[in-house]
């Protein structure tokens, strides 16, 4: 039987699992949402504006594991899609965006709404397609879906004209077989990596996002406890291992725990597992542990010594290479390395729990320790990008995998309401969006999804009056010059959140944080809580640039 090409895109989704899409309607997609009117698998949920959709199917996929799909127009919905789509293509995460194309006989003619979305995703995707032929589409979509969640996971564009939706084609359903794919381990390198291995006497085992994409958090415990070796994290990797866990000194890099970087500095061999070390973690790579070998562990195999030279790697499935590790390596008794990690990872818990509810300004820090006492640390927490992110990194315990959400790898301020929405919806978990002020205002009419779905999604807004991060820079290495950091006057978040039908509350005094945030988790339905911190409020540690990431500024 012969179908419109719109019901072969959503018969097509339907095979792969879909249950869930995001998007905004538009001239060149009327077809698809004409299809979708009266298709009952798979539920629509229309954002703002299609960059908040893009970061909600990223969320989405982030906190299932499932691929994220989004729907947009030709033209300005496609381009509005970019930078959600190069975000999922930073942090390896998989998402399909669809987006409608002017019709086949007026590509190439300036059309209304015409743009070559396809060229200029070409370096943000991990493959993209056009589909001229309507023959082709279903073929298209499943090679799509494959190609986002194999290997090192991404996102996929697919462009159909109008045409292509609205001509006929033969449909046939097929079962999609999502086991098929596997990396075999080599044996040499699998032998040299176990030589390695036990040669070494100050391992430091490093996680990273990769293994929240496979999560392999009881393989990494095994073969901690084997090798008795400190755990250490990218910030990508939060939540693979509890934070309290005796052995995890938190996370390395630019802004991470004097523990984690001081160990990686003196370490003799570093296990890598599922990170790229960027230039967050490395800092200047000439100084990074420079007297340790690297066993790096990836799926992408472009990833070894591209930044830091590996002295052996494996390619494939983490999860997977850590079991035939785990059955060979060596078991060993704790040593003074043991030793000196613990006292260095004591040293952060205490830091991390120490009392902050004295009277006056509110103290970021102290909300956050709230907000994981009130929510026993079940919740899943999406951030913006800022100083807000790093203090959602340090002072909120992550014990589970896929339950800290942020835009690593390019930093998108606006990113963590979409996601946020996207997460609750993949989920039905409670899902908090940790803001600054200057983020918040990206992708501030996401609240209106929230509004209009009842969402229980709640923002917590820092609001310092400043883009407060690179306030933070300009005082730290440009001489306190303020160039266009400092936001008067002063915007009210609370009245912006009432404005859209939103529980709202503000608080300004320490004192006040306690009931504010019982009072915010316990109310149904979405909310936002604005916080007004001191605006010379620090992230720290940091380390300067130029600088070994054991040399951090540790001022407060």
Known sequence: MKVRGAR?????????????????????????????????????????????????????????????????????????????????YMDSVPMVAITGQVPTSLIGKDSFQEVDIVGITLPITKHNFIVKDVKDLADTIRKAFRIATTGRKGPVLIDIPKDVTANLAEYEPIEINKDDFNLEIEQASLDKALNLINESKKIVLMVGGGCNASPCTEEILELQKKLKCPITETMMGLGVIDGYYEMNAGYVGMHGSVAANRLIQKSDLIIVLGARFSDRVISDPNKFATNTKILHIDIDEAEVSKNIEAYTSLIGDVKKILKEINEKVENRDANEWTEYARELIEVEIEKKNRDRSAKGPIDPHYVLQMLEKETNGDAIIATEVGQHQIWASKSYNYKNPKTFITSGGLGTMGYGLGAAIGAYIGTGKMVFDIAGDGSSLMNINELN????????????????????????????????????????????????????????????????????????????????LEVIINHEEMATPIVPPGQSIDNMMLTD
């Open 8 to 88: 072969i895109l959503l018969e097509c989704l339907k095979e792969q699992g879909v249950d869930t899409v995001f998007g905004y309607p538009g001239g060149a997609v009327l077809n698809i949402y004409d299809e979708l009117y009266n298709f009952k698998d798979i539920t629509h949920y229309m954002t703002s504006h299609e960059q908040g959709a893009a970061h909600a199917a990223d969320g989405y996929a982030r906190a299932t594991g499932k691929v994220g799909v989004v729907f947009a127009t030709s033209g300005p919905g496609a381009t509005n899609l970019v930078t959600g789509i190069a975000n999922a």
């Open 449 to 528: 999804t929230i509004f209009k779905y009842n969402l229980p999604v709640k923002v917590i807004v820092f609001n310092n009056y400043s883009l407060g991060m690179v306030r933070q820079w300009q005082n730290l290495f440009y001489e306190g010059r303020l160039s266009s950091t400092v936001m008067y006057p002063e915007t009210s978040f609370a009245r912006i959140a009432n404005g859209f039908g939103i529980y709202s509350n503000r608080i300004e005094k320490n004192e006040d944080v306690k009931g504010a945030i019982h009072e915010f988790v316990a109310h149904d339905g979405p909310g936002l």
